[in-house]
């Protein structure tokens, strides 16, 4: 619990400086509990205090143009829980995770995905929808992958809308 808090609390200043010295090494970070805590951490701090909320979108923006795939995939689920509650400020970072060419990345959209049906089912569809009859096959599957959790436990949201797409 104390590293989450040093975590969320170097977030916190770097948003506040504008910078993102920790943010990049935390979003970085080999270990797998670091980058969880750093995005859910960011997702925290957009809510608690709106008046970051533009900063921190500008600062994922930034992060999603490294060369590391480790940081893309982390702005990506950073996006997924600011996603949660807000999905507009974040769609495009989906746009653009779907089609990295990293796999971590894409699959970081597809458990975004997820995430946000639980709790924010539609926006996600509506976003869906572009991509469920994409010429791409792997498009088409990533798409479906990730409402397949919302399907099986509510399957009359996902059945009527998988019909309407492909008439």
Not at 34 to 45: E, M, P
Not at 112 to 139: Q, R
Request: overall charge neutral; charged content about 30%.
């Amino acid at each position: 619990m104390e590293l989450v808090n040093s975590i969320s609390n170097n977030i916190l200043s770097d948003i506040k400086k504008e910078n993102s010295e920790y943010i990049s090494r935390y979003f970085s970070d080999n270990d797998t509990y670091i980058r969880k805590s750093s995005y859910q951490g960011v997702g925290k701090i957009y809510f608690a205090y709106p008046e970051f909320q533009k900063r921190i979108i500008s600062t994922l923006e930034n992060l999603y143009g490294t060369t590391d795939e480790k940081i893309r995939q982390t702005v990506v689920n950073a996006a997924g829980e600011i996603g949660i509650r807000n999905f507009e400020p974040v769609k495009n970072f989906f746009d653009r995770g779907l089609f990295d060419e990293h796999h971590s990345v894409r699959n970081a959209v597809i458990g975004s995905m997820k995430k946000m049906g639980e709790k924010n089912p539609l926006p996600v569809f509506e976003w869906s929808k572009k991509y469920l009859l994409h010429t791409d096959a792997e498009i088409r599957r990533e798409i479906c992958h990730g409402l397949e959790l919302r399907g099986r436990t509510h399957p009359e949201e996902i059945l009527p809308f998988f019909k309407t797409t492909s008439e």
